[in-house]
């Protein structure tokens, strides 16, 4: 079994585990994960495949998006004092 496919099956039970338990900073690390090949790749997932070549607003829409979530689940997990006003 290859590396990659080894950490996606031990990735799925951590996450569900994070989701069930309320340790949203798990999630956040991944959105931030995401955030970083799709901005080297050029190339987003949202439905469908997107190319920042081929349409760059939402490209950059989506790859902000990524990474303003992560960045407040982090936040949130951090500061939950201040978590209220992040909804």
Known sequence: MSHARTANYIALPVLLAAAVLGYYWVWGLLF?????????????????????????????????LWALSGLMML???LFPQYAHLMT
């Open 32 to 64: 931030l994960w995401w955030t970083i090949p799709t901005i080297l790749n050029g190339q987003a997932f949202l439905v469908f495949e997107i190319n920042r070549h081929d349409d760059p607003i939402l490209f950059w829409a989506i790859a902000c």
């Open 75 to 77: 936040a949130a997990s």
